[in-house]
């Protein structure tokens, strides 16, 4: 029985698979998507009609049949993270890893275990409702599809639908512990759901790097999200990867991303570099690189990125739109066609001490629009004020006045 409001730990769910994996027929698929919350069913499929997107998920015959199914609504993100490896450990053999699903190619030997991994196209922040919504009824046909074609082969199977994070992150206030609102409060950001990409030189961490989301946009058209291969899955090369005590570059090479791409290589160049102004070292992101199908060389200039070499960087919007605070600017013209948007980003590529991130500088300086604003309003008032004052003792009484006992007062008209 699971209670409202009760969050799914890496121990229960450990506890609520154990009898999927026990079963005689122990084959398994795992729907790995981008961001999933539970929210997502509901208003999806209420807001926009007849078009259902969960229809083999929700409705279709596939769930209906089903002699039992269980529904989480929340899970811990580091029980989703642990879950490849708990799975992988659990006496499962065979590990198919699927990115570009091909029903009819696919090949399910029923002598022993099978373990599938089916990873859905993401559905990529910063699109329309619209976009969101049929990415969603695709990665659903691909559900449908799969489980169809096992059925029609009598092949007994279980499938887990999940998500690398949360798409709808609601904000909860402690009620007993914060009965008022603390002026400039702000409400901390969930822990790392996964842990960051290190590239490591013998025994020692030379480079560090995280983000909640790392996609890429090409042409206007392809997106390609390198979020879970790079942190969750791991289907990233970081062996070209550079590391010195005064320029270090972070290489990732991914095969086939997405279709029409063979090969696709990402470069974040980082100096570590004295400065006699400050009379200290930073470390600054010089520039980014991006090779498709090693012919395509794309460059952009980076502004912003910069922190003392003890430091780690962040910053909360990274990209090539003139919105974000750290900008990535095209270099050549082949940089033009390219996108990107990274949110939530952290680097460090000198001074890594315990395999972890130094202090964080962030790119959000003192003066933040906030500020500005308080400070120019704060501003007009004082002014405001200051002038009714000086209005205030401009102001002069008669110097005589009229004795209605005497003759009447006489005031020169030169006065």
Known sequence: A???????????????????????????????????????????????????????VQASEILQSSPSSLVLPAVDCEAVSDLLSFLQESGVEKLTNITNLDVSQLEVNTSKPNFLIVQLQPLASGLNEISTLEAIAENDKIIGRLAMDLQERGIHFSVIYTAVRPSRISRTTDVVGKLRRQLMATEEEDSLS????????????????????????????VLIDLTNATFVTQNVDASSSECSDFNTTLSLKYTKPV????????????????????????????????????????????????????????????????LYPARLIPS??????????????QIQGFNIENNQFSYASDCVGFFTPGIWMGLVTSIILLWILTYGIHMIMQLTTNSRFDDPKGPALSVPQTE
């Open 194 to 221: 996964y842990p960051p990409l290190n590239v490591t030189t013998g025994n020692f961490t030379c480079i560090l790097f995280y983000a909640s989301n790392f996609s890429l946009k090409a042409n206007n058209s």
């Open 259 to 322: 279709n029409g791409i063979s090969s696709l290589e990402i470069r974040f160049l980082m100096t570590n570099k004295f400065y006699e102004g400050s009379a200290r070292n930073w470390s600054t992101l010089d520039s980014v690189e991006i090779v498709q199908d090693e012919e395509k060389f794309a460059k952009f200039n980076v502004s912003v990125i910069s922190a003392p070499a003890e430091y780690s960087f962040h910053c909360q919007l990274v990209g090539t739109s003139n």
């Open 2 to 56: 699971l209670h409202e409001g009760h969050v799914v730990s890496a121990q229960d769910l450990t506890g609520l698979l154990q009898p999927v994996l026990s079963q005689n027929s122990r084959n398994l698929i795992l729907f790995l998507q981008d961001t999933l919350s539970i929210d997502d069913f509901t208003y999806y499929s209420e807001s926009f009609g007849d078009k259902n997107p969960f229809q083999n």
């Open 332 to 345: 050549n013209n082949e940089a033009k066609n390219w996108d990107v948007f990274i949110s939530r980003l």
